[in-house]
């Protein structure tokens, strides 16, 4: 219903910002809460932001609390991540994520999306 395309992504040093956009198309956005979720290498998928579908709403995974902001732009169809004070361990693919109104799960999990972007690499080095 919905198509995903993330771009942004890039190298960045330790302490630099990178703002990864979310393209969405084929769909109502504004019908769908959604989220930015990353994996490193030989890491699980782990929940990183979500925003609720009019935008009024935000939550962030506690290791990037404050650093990250997550907005959209329902009128362009658009998810943001602003991400600053980039840290090594930040390092990983980003994704974002849609959740449909009639699907199941967790907001906070990806079993919780049923939409996926093909991913976006932030690399930051020490």
């Known amino acids: 219903q919905v198509q995903l395309v993330e771009s942004g992504g890039g190298l960045v040093q330790a302490g630099g910002s990178l703002t990864l956009s979310c393209a969405a198309s084929g769909g109502t956005f504004s019908n769908y809460d959604m989220g930015w979720f990353r994996q490193a290498p030989g890491k699980e998928r782990e929940f990183v932001a979500a925003?609720?579908?009019?935008?009024?709403?935000?939550d962030y995974a506690d290791s990037v609390k404050v650093r990250f902001t997550i907005s959209r732009d329902n009128a362009k169809n658009t998810l943001y991540l602003q991400m600053n004070n980039l840290k090594p361990e930040d390092t990983a693919v980003y994704y974002c994520a849609a959740r449909g109104a009639l699907y199941g799960g967790s907001y906070y999990s990806a079993r919780g999306y049923n939409y996926w972007g093909q991913g976006t690499q932030v690399t930051v080095s020490s």
């Open positions: 925003i609720r579908r009019i935008g009024g709403s935000t």
